[in-house]
Every structure is written in structure tokens, then in C-alpha cells.
């Protein structure tokens, strides 16, 4: 869903996470998730650039504290729970393996992607 974009900032090589959007009637910028589409006023902008944002005189910074980190271990299991259902539903290709290997949940860790539909005539 999400594809490589590169931080807006010149010269800069690194792989965007966030993007800045500036809200020109509140005078704020805000630094936000990578968002899904690139529309006008908006950046992409790789973390440490995300985080070292200031400003423009005059005008506010909300930043999005914490949510360039890999989401908390609660969230990351009903990801890939739900990645695991989408996978059981269509032959898909195999998806790359977890970086994770948790020990609580030993009945999704190292199945996910050799889920395969078994003939009943095996
Ligand atoms: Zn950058």
C-alpha cells in the first residue's frame, strides 16, 4: 500500500516516514503518519528530518510524537492477524516474513506464508 517515497528535502537521501503538512489559516505545520496521497502543502519528510522541523517564524509545530516507531506489540498482532486472514483468503504470493519472532504467539510466527489450500484427496 505504502510505496518508497524519498524525503522532500533537498539532497536528502533517506526513505520519507512522515509528511508535513502546513495548515496556512492556523498557521501551524503539522507532522503527521506518511500520508496515503501527496496533496498540496504537504512534504514527505524522513525522521530525522521529521523531528528536527521547526517552524517558520510565527507559526506553531504539532507534532506526532511516537508515531514514526513500529507500533506497540498489541497493534502489530492484530496486523498481522489480519494479514495472516487476508493471506488465508486468496493465493497470494509469499509476503516477506515478520523481522519479529515473538514467543507469544507461536501459532502465527513462521506460518505466515506457507499457508497453502490442502486437497481433500491428499
Ligand atoms: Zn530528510
Known amino acids: 500500500m505504502r510505496s518508497p517515497r524519498r524525503c522532500s528535502r533537498n539532497g536528502c537521501p533517506r526513505q520519507a516516514v512522515a509528511t ?3 495548515v496556512y489559516n492556523e498557521s501551524t505545520a503539522v507532522v503527521g503518519p506518511l500520508a496515503a496521497f501527496a496533496e498540496p502543502h504537504t512534504y514527505d519528510l524522513c525522521e530525522p528530518h521529521a523531528r528536527s522541523l ?8 504539532v507534532r506526532h510524537e511516537g508515531e514514526f516507531e513500529p507500533p506497540p506489540p498489541t ?6 492477524l489480519a494479514e495472516a486472514v487476508r493471506e488465508a483468503a486468496r493465493p497470494a504470493p509469499r509476503p516477506p516474513e515478520p523481522d519479529q519472532n515473538r514467543p507469544e504467539s507461536p501459532h502465527q510466527t513462521g506460518r505466515r506464508g506457507h499457508l497453502r489450500v490442502i486437497p481433500p484427496n491428499h
Open 20 to 22: 508535513l503538512t502546513y
Open 54 to 61: 521547526t517552524a517558520p517564524r510565527g507559526w506553531d509545530v
Open 75 to 80: 497493534t502489530d498482532d492484530l496486523v498481522a
